[in-house]
């Protein structure tokens, strides 16, 4: 995966500009976030790409995100916002390759998954802490880990669990 030293400019710039708080926020999180990425549907190098864009983006907003009570979590939707961006270009470049074949016997074109874009944009109407619970959960967390990161009971997370599934289920059957 490209780093952030690498995706911000050469090492001997960035070890000046980058914040320390911003180096270890990168490699404490880059590999979750990679995970994630990877499970919500991108190959590997795809997934790289959108976890690299998103820490580019959180870069550019570091001093608003360290005001932030959960950084964690707002990199997480930043994640999810870059891989729902990926899926869409793939499209758009397979709807565009598909527009310039000449052959009729062309391979077909392989379909993204909607229902996992679907998906990832219903989370995204979750209130916030269902929300925030929902993309952990995904991104392999078990209910404990989540209960320690966001700094709230066990008892808590399985309640937004069972809120967040029930506002899933009516919004899909909208």
Known sequence: MTSATERCGSETETSASLPLEFEAFF???QLRMLKYAVSSGLDRS???????????????????????????????????????????????????????????ESE??????????????????????????????VAGLDYQEIADMLAIKLS?????LHAARRRLAALLAE
């Open 156 to 160: 808590t997370v399985r309640v937004h």
């Open 46 to 104: 795809t997934a790289e790409e959108a976890v690299s864009d998103a820490f580019v983006a959180l870069y550019t907003r570091w001093d608003h995100v360290l005001t932030l009570t959960n950084p964690v979590a707002y990199l997480y939707a930043t994640v999810r916002h870059s891989v729902i961006d990926h899926f869409r270009r793939q499209r758009r470049e397979q709807l565009l390759r598909a527009r310039t074949e000449e052959t009729a």
């Open 27 to 29: 490699l404490t999180n």
């Open 108 to 137: 077909p074109i392989e379909e993204p998954d909607h229902s996992r874009i679907e998906l990832l944009q219903l989370i995204d109407r979750l209130p916030l802490r269902q929300r925030e619970i929902v993309t952990l959960l």
